[in-house]
């Protein structure tokens, strides 16, 4: 499995607080994504980067906001968690190859988030 | 932007039987298509990829995916199903160039009955 660690793995937190989710990767992909996936929606992409500093939205941004201060480490926050945000969040990275032709994503293990 | 479409959501079918799910995409230029699995409590692994080259790839477990160009089409395959493969089965495209990112069909729920 390619080095991509999600932190934490399960948190549970009330409506109206701020929650930050990490991805930490150890591959030097350029590009970091934050996915939810919620049943029958399948995996929809919150925010993406493609460098350090460098960051745009998905088709699911409202309510949500990233930072990468660093290559290995893509931020994703919560700033007032609401009840709709309860889903489970993947971080994902991919490439380029040496021929900056996109790669394949790998993945994280997936945080749950539970707002109550 | 591109988008993906796969219109079996769920899909049930007996050990042995075969199997084709589809998944359509919409993008004018150049792309990389993937499937991944996911099994129950897992995250994603990929199944298999199609960047150029033979339209038909083969990937792990006896998957196989066909690219038509012509139809936008990356069907995925496999001649005999087993109850191991249940899993949920998401299609991606991605362009084959430039900062796009990687965009996931809704998935297709697979339940293999033994």
């Known amino acids: 499995d390619a080095g991509i660690t999600q932190s934490p793995r399960h948190k549970v937190t009330e409506t109206g607080t701020p929650v930050t989710l990490r991805c930490h990767q150890t591959e030097n992909h350029r590009y970091m994504y934050w996915y939810r996936q919620d049943p029958g929606h399948g995996l929809r992409l919150i925010h993406y980067s493609y460098g350090v500093k460098d960051t745009d939205k998905g088709e699911v941004s409202d309510g949500y906001s990233v930072s990468r201060s660093k290559t290995e480490d893509f931020l994703l926050t919560l700033e007032s968690a609401t009840s709709s945000q309860t889903s489970v969040y993947f971080c994902?990275?991919?490439?380029?190859?040496?021929?900056?032709?996109?790669?394949?994503?790998?993945f994280g293990q997936g945080t749950r988030l539970t707002v109550v | 932007a591109q988008s993906v479409s796969q219109h079996n959501h769920h899909v049930i079918l007996s050990e042995a039987a075969s199997l084709e799910l589809g998944c359509n995409y919409s993008?004018?230029?150049?792309?990389?298509l993937f499937w991944y699995v996911q099994y129950p409590g897992q995250h994603l692994q990929l199944l298999l990829k199609?960047?150029?080259?033979?339209?038909l790839v083969k990937g792990i477990k006896g998957f196989e995916a066909e690219f038509i160009k012509s139809k936008f089409s990356f069907n995925l395959r496999k001649p005999s199903v087993q109850w191991s493969d249940t899993a949920e089965y998401f299609c991606a495209v991605n362009p084959n160039f430039g900062n796009e990112k990687l965009t996931f069909g809704t998935g297709t729920r697979l339940t293999i009955i033994p």
């Open positions: 199609y960047f150029s080259g033979d339209p």
């Open positions: 993008y004018g230029g150049t792309v990389n």
């Open positions: 994902a990275i991919s490439g380029p190859d040496r021929d900056r032709m996109n790669t394949e994503a790998f």
